[in-house]
């Protein structure tokens, strides 16, 4: 077990991984500012509105977190993984009580008067924590990993968290969190069936909900096979958003000047946002974020696999497996390679309380970092 009295302030953190999150951070600002100009104007006579929203309930939390977490060891995330899972087991509870702020038939957010946040983002930090706790501290590798002691625990809290995420319903939220979660399970020396049995019995389940659902996820797997069929209605916002990925050529129509923003695409703050990237600046701005995204990753993974501590370790394969994922899945989606799903992405959608909470998981990211061999 790392000792924390070894080496309390360690050395210097990854500079390249710091450099990453600040480039999207301020691209996300900076690009919300465009992409969200006109619906500003139109809902609420304030250009900026939610740029403020974003930097007030988001950016400045964001900030803070990721001080925080970059100075305050690691380790003593570990001492804390209980308690915080029971907040957010309750968080995720609280939704369906009066303090549940309902949007569009969704059970997302807990409003607190002053302002509102979602538990399924508090406890994508929150899992990969416990997680991380639960598969570093046992000493007997073979009780944890055996199928009743190890897989069938991990199964019962996972199914759990995913049952309460996915009556909200955040199907794609519960996917997120899940894969991210098998990630770090497997990344602990589980077997390799257990893995392959969790991923079959998840996409079964999935389906089964879909099915049973046969409600708006229904809809988007359909007009992912075939986005032709009602270009007008299911099929609206993958076909504009492909017409803007398409209108930006190779350098873009220009910063503040896409039109598909404020004329055609629905949700151009949140999950169309890189439609909006790729037709103001073009394939080179769209590939230089991706390239931003994939060095992060990159960095990530390597700290945690020169990391000494297998909490640390896991902690960071679970958050930059997070930040990843749900990186690739609106960009994905948007582009036309999986069905659209509506989740933002990571530093550069608006979001207040996802902004916060992934430059908290970084700032930890960035704490570990300085512990690495």
């Known amino acids: 077990m790392y000792n924390i009295s070894k080496n309390k302030s360690g050395h210097s953190p990854d500079y390249v991984f710091i450099t990453a999150i600040v480039l999207l951070t301020i691209f996300g600002i900076i690009f919300l500012s465009s992409a969200s100009s006109d619906?500003?104007?139109?809902k609420f006579n304030d250009t900026y509105y939610y740029l403020k929203h974003q930097i007030y309930y988001g950016l400045i939390l964001g900030i803070i977190g990721f001080?925080?977490?970059?100075?305050?060891?690691?380790?003593?995330?570990k001492r804390m993984a209980v308690p915080l899972?029971?907040?957010?087991?309750?968080?995720?509870?609280?939704?369906?009580?009066?303090?549940?702020?309902s949007h569009a038939g969704a059970n997302r957010?807990?409003?607190?008067?002053?302002f509102s946040f979602q538990p399924t983002e508090l406890l994508k930090f929150i899992f990969i924590i416990y997680l991380a706790a639960w598969l570093s501290s046992s000493r007997d590798k073979n009780r944890q990993m055996s199928f009743f002691s190890g897989y069938l625990p991990f199964l019962t809290i996972?199914?759990?968290?995913?049952?309460l995420i996915i009556i909200q319903p955040s199907t794609t939220a519960v996917a997120i969190i899940m894969l991210s979660s098998l990630i770090v399970y497997f990344s602990s020396g589980a077997r390799i069936l257990y893995v392959i049995s969790t991923i079959v019995l998840g996409i079964s389940a999935l389906a089964l909900v879909i099915a049973a659902a046969g409600d708006y996820r229904l809809?988007?797997?359909?007009?992912?096979?075939?986005?032709?069929?009602?270009?007008?209605?299911t099929g609206y916002q993958i076909n504009q958003s492909l017409i803007a990925i398409g209108s930006g050529g190779l350098p873009g129509v220009g910063f503040g000047k896409s039109t598909a923003k404020f004329k055609f695409l629905p949700e151009p703050?949140?999950?169309?946002?890189?439609?909006?990237?790729?037709?103001?600046?073009?394939?080179?701005?769209?590939g230089a974020v991706m390239l931003i995204?994939?060095?992060?990753?990159?960095?990530?993974?390597?700290?945690?696999?020169n990391s000494r501590d297998q909490f640390a370790k896991l902690t960071a394969i679970g958050f930059i497996s997070i930040i990843g994922i749900q990186a690739f899945i609106p960009i994905g989606a948007i582009s036309g390679l999986i069905p659209l799903t509506g989740v933002p992405l990571p530093f550069i959608s608006y979001g207040g309380t996802s902004l916060a909470i992934f430059l908290t998981m970084a700032g930890v990211i960035v704490n570990i970092s300085k512990y690495t061999s």
């Open 219 to 233: 809809e988007r797997i359909a007009t992912f096979l075939n986005p032709e069929l009602d270009t007008q209605v």
């Open 269 to 286: 703050i949140g999950d169309s946002i890189f439609a909006v990237i790729a037709e103001e600046l073009g394939f080179i701005g769209a």
């Open 158 to 163: 996972c199914g759990a968290i995913a049952l």
């Open 39 to 42: 619906l500003g104007k139109i």
């Open 293 to 305: 995204f994939l060095i992060l990753v990159i960095k990530g993974f390597l700290i945690a696999k």
């Open 109 to 114: 957010w807990i409003s607190l008067g002053f």
């Open 67 to 77: 001080i925080f977490a970059s100075f305050f060891h690691y380790r003593h995330w």
């Open 85 to 101: 899972l029971i907040v957010g087991v309750v968080s995720l509870v609280l939704v369906f009580t009066p303090l549940g702020l």
